[in-house]
């Protein structure tokens, strides 16, 4: 990740200690990646799991350079077994750490699922 601030390193510092659910032979992308992802999508307006990742792919180039994201974009589903399998209690308390995120609880507590 780049030295300058950017808002990312923040984000994934309220995510530090969350619990990874996933079987480490299945990990493809980071879960802190998949949670600011998802955040950075809810932010710009998207309002479910297949807005987050069409979003994304277009701002592709710039997350990039952000992230680690050798496997390309976290898909829908991807991004949908992870909060699937998150407890919801821990990740909860993570939205109330990051500042302006309350406002997309919904979204964010659903893996970006509104619909």
């Known amino acids: 990740m780049p030295a300058t601030s950017f808002a990312a390193q923040p984000i994934a510092d309220a995510f530090a200690d969350l619990v990874d659910p996933r079987v480490e032979?299945?990990?493809?992308?980071?879960?802190?990646d998949?949670?600011?992802?998802?955040l950075c999508g809810v932010l710009s307006g998207a309002?479910?799991?297949?807005?987050?990742?069409?979003w994304s792919v277009t701002k592709q180039a710039c997350l990039t350079v952000w992230f680690q994201l050798e496997?390309?974009?976290?898909?829908?589903?991807t991004s949908g077994r992870v909060f699937d399998?998150?407890?919801?209690?821990?990740?909860?308390?993570?939205?109330?750490?990051?500042?302006?995120?309350?406002?997309?609880?919904?979204?964010?507590?659903?893996?970006?699922?509104?619909?």
């Open 25 to 32: 032979r299945t990990k493809r992308h980071r879960l802190h």
């Open 85 to 115: 399998r998150l407890n919801p209690h821990r990740f909860g308390k993570r939205r109330t750490d990051i500042p302006g995120a309350t406002s997309t609880s919904s979204a964010l507590s659903e893996g970006g699922s509104r619909t």
């Open 47 to 54: 309002e479910n799991r297949v807005e987050i990742a069409a």
């Open 34 to 38: 998949i949670l600011t992802i998802t």
């Open 71 to 77: 496997d390309g974009i976290p898909s829908h589903n």
